[in-house]
């Protein structure tokens, strides 16, 4: 372990900063489980200068949060639903050529500065909008 401070931290010890204006939201109260799990495991990759860089696929997700496609692809969907990630560059995957050549999606978080500017903070704007359940006819009316 490296040098660390009177209090045992670690100066260049990587962190996730998870602040309130995030944890508050709205968005952020209504993501699901592994919409949240996802959401910190694309976190982890950005080292402050790769923002709209981050590579991760879908395959990658499936491994790191142990769950199955269908769930990887709503969490996704859900995080750029709700405004916490912007697809910038789409993945894709090549069969007919040299199996296994592809390129993961690259991701940027709104949370984050990208490209020398301040965070989007779409997830702010987002808002819950009122689902309604159609009304039953009764039989014979």
């Known amino acids: 372990m490296g040098k660390v ?38 976190w982890t990759r950005h080292n402050g200068v790769n923002n709209g860089q981050i590579a991760f696929s879908h395959r990658q997700a499936r491994a790191a949060l142990r769950i199955g496609n269908v769930k990887v692809q709503a ?31 690259e991701w940027e978080l709104t949370t984050e500065a990208c490209d020398g500017r301040p965070a989007k903070r779409l997830y702010r704007e987002w808002r819950e909008t009122e689902v309604t359940v159609p009304k039953t006819v009764a039989a014979g009316a």
């Open 5 to 42: 401070n009177q209090k045992g931290r670690s100066k260049h010890e990587p962190f996730i900063l998870l602040h309130r204006g995030v944890t508050g939201s709205d968005a952020w109260k209504s993501l699901t489980c592994p919409a949240k799990a996802l959401l910190i495991e694309i």
């Open 75 to 105: 969490a996704f969907q859900e995080l750029q639903d709700k405004g916490f990630l912007i697809a910038r560059a789409k993945g894709h995957f090549n069969w007919k050529v040299a199996a296994g050549e592809g390129r993961a999606t």
